[in-house]
């Protein structure tokens, strides 16, 4: 099957317009918005649909943005990249990034144009090679920068539209895009305003659990809720993860999964206090970085016991993976699990293991305060995270002088647990 004349066409009328706004230093400007449009109508038959990329539906071909975490002030950079055995020589993009994104350039494309349109922000990116793109390696470098008053959250950069994806004679037929997030730490608390719901971003390790909570915000006046979420079919969501809903179904339709959620209480819900949650079961194949989503996709009802709270909206989650499954070695990290009166697992917290001190980070400081601890009959201002970051050992059940010189060991080794 030979490449068609007309999308060889489009893509050149597209990158001479491309090349031609960033010649005039025009790219955010209407003109530059217009030579986009018009080269883009030149083939409207060309324009290609892609499915998002998920561990339970992976495809041979794939074309990936990768995320990475910042802090408020970090200039960023979202590399592009293919996986194709090595056959791509051409794509043409518009990636939609979150506007609390500042950018700033691409690098290793032929041609880009960033521009605004109904509020939000896209980059549009030409690239070819006269030999192939090789699997793995950068295709461009999208460079952002984080603002100096950033809030602690996921910021996304996600594919918006992929019109040519391609080896030098054909389209690919079967392939997948997946989106970055960039995690800030470090800056300032996300602040929700009006009437909301939040799915809460959470961190896990795969094989492991991992809790989306579910939270109001709405002056403390939410009495009764009835929406439908819908979760990546990667995650495994059993009967037995869903906590503090009244009434819940789980179910599967055309592939993608669901689950519908029901809830009320005589008084009110406290913003900011989980009115459910779900504790998800991440694939043991889960990479480091990888990202699953989980979303509102109805809000039925979010109201008090006589109306509807109005402007009510709502926020998504994802699941961030920190470390892959090693059944039979130590990750550098461990799952706290929250668990509610009767047992059930309502919150999830991945730290550090051995962070005794619960900073964040686990060195000799750690194994210090450890034995300070055991020498004053257990006693002392030691939260429950802190507690069990510190028991190296998974067998173990309590700390003790073996953890301080496990983490000493750790410190003395170069930073690497014993295997």
Do not use: H
């Amino acid at each position: 099957m030979k490449k068609n004349n007309k999308m060889v066409k489009f893509t050149a009328i597209l990158a001479t317009a491309l090349m031609a706004v960033s010649a005039t230093g025009i790219s955010t400007s209407a003109q530059g918005v217009k030579q986009m449009e018009a080269a883009k109508t030149a083939d409207s038959a060309a324009q290609k649909s892609f499915k998002k990329y998920s561990k339970a539906n992976e495809t041979a071909n794939l074309i990936a943005l990768e995320g990475t975490a910042a802090k408020p002030g970090d200039e960023i950079s979202i590399p592009m990249t293919t996986f194709t055995g090595d056959t791509c020589t051409c794509y043409n993009v518009v990636i939609e990034y979150d506007s609390r994104l500042e950018f700033e350039s691409v690098l290793g494309s032929q041609a880009f144009c960033d521009f605004e349109q109904n509020g939000m922000k896209y980059v549009s990116i030409v690239g070819y090679t006269p030999n192939v793109y090789k699997d793995g390696e950068a295709v461009a470098t999208i460079n952002f920068k984080v603002p100096e008053n950033a809030e602690n959250d996921n910021y996304y950069v996600n594919f918006n539209e992929i019109t040519s994806f391609s080896t030098n004679d054909a389209d690919y037929d079967d392939y997948a895009a997946k989106d970055a997030i960039v995690t800030v730490t470090g800056g300032t608390d996300k602040i929700i305003k009006g009437n909301c719901v939040q799915l809460k971003n959470v961190t896990g390790i795969a094989g492991d659990s991992a809790v989306v909570q579910v939270v109001p915000f709405s002056n403390n006046e939410c009495s009764c809720y009835d929406m439908l979420i819908e979760y990546d079919p990667a995650l495994l969501l059993e009967e037995g993860g869903v906590s503090g809903a009244n009434s819940f179904t789980i179910f599967e339709q055309d592939g993608r999964c669901f689950v519908s959620l029901v809830g009320y209480t005589s008084g009110s819900y406290t913003d900011g206090t989980p009115m459910a949650t779900l504790n998800f079961t991440l694939p043991d194949d889960a990479m480091p970085g990888d990202t699953f989503n989980v979303s509102v996709a109805q809000l039925t009802n979010f109201a008090t016991a006589t109306e509807e709270l109005p402007g009510a909206t709502y926020s998504n989650a994802i699941i961030s993976v920190a470390a892959a499954y090693t059944p039979n070695g130590l990750t550098d990290y461990k799952t706290f699990k929250k668990l509610s009166a009767s047992g059930e697992v309502i919150g999830t917290t991945v730290g550090k293991r051995g962070d005794f001190n619960y900073d964040s980070d686990t060195n000799v400081r750690d194994a210090a305060a450890i034995a300070k601890y055991i020498a004053k009959g257990r006693k002392g201002n030691v939260t429950p995270e802190g507690l069990f970051f510190g028991i190296v050992d998974d067998k173990n059940t309590s700390i003790s002088v073996r953890d301080a010189a496990a983490i000493a060991s750790f410190v003395a080794r170069g930073r690497v647990w014993n295997k």
